[in-house]
């Protein structure tokens, strides 16, 4: 997609931290981290989000999801981290293009979600 902002910075337009990059898959930190360790795991090829998935992802969705726990570690998160993907506007998918947050590295997460009330 010419727009899309990951896209920009899979072709270059765009500079990134990166943590990893391959054919298939690319991952650099937040610009706006919300723990010490926060990065992104996206494929390079366009989606738009995981709604958008279908069986031809497979192999590139394993792909990232294997190296989380390898980057994380290496990346200073080895006590465990923290995975989002958010799909769509509901979730707050801010950028139509599907990323995996990875977040950790310290104590500091909260809970997953707070119970919603009736």
């Not at 337009?13 to 926060?38: G, M, R, T, Y």
């Not at 992104?40 to 958008?52: E, G, T």
């Not at 990232?64 to 995975?83: V, Y």
């Not at 989002?84 to 977040?103: F, P």
């Amino acid at each position: 997609m010419e727009n899309c902002i990951f896209c920009k910075i899979v072709r270059g337009e765009i500079p990134s931290k990166k943590v990893f990059e391959d054919d298939d898959v690319l991952a650099f930190h937040d610009v706006q981290p919300v723990a010490p360790v926060h990065f992104m795991l996206i494929p390079k090829r366009h989606v738009d989000s995981l709604a958008s998935v279908d069986e031809s992802h497979q192999q590139v969705l394993g792909k990232i999801m294997a190296l989380t726990g390898k980057l994380a570690r290496e990346q200073g998160s080895p006590e465990g981290f923290r995975t989002i993907i958010n799909t769509g506007r509901i979730a707050r998918q801010d950028v139509a293009h599907l990323h995996v947050h990875v977040i950790g590295g310290a104590d500091v997460l909260p809970p997953m979600l707070v119970k919603h009330k009736e």
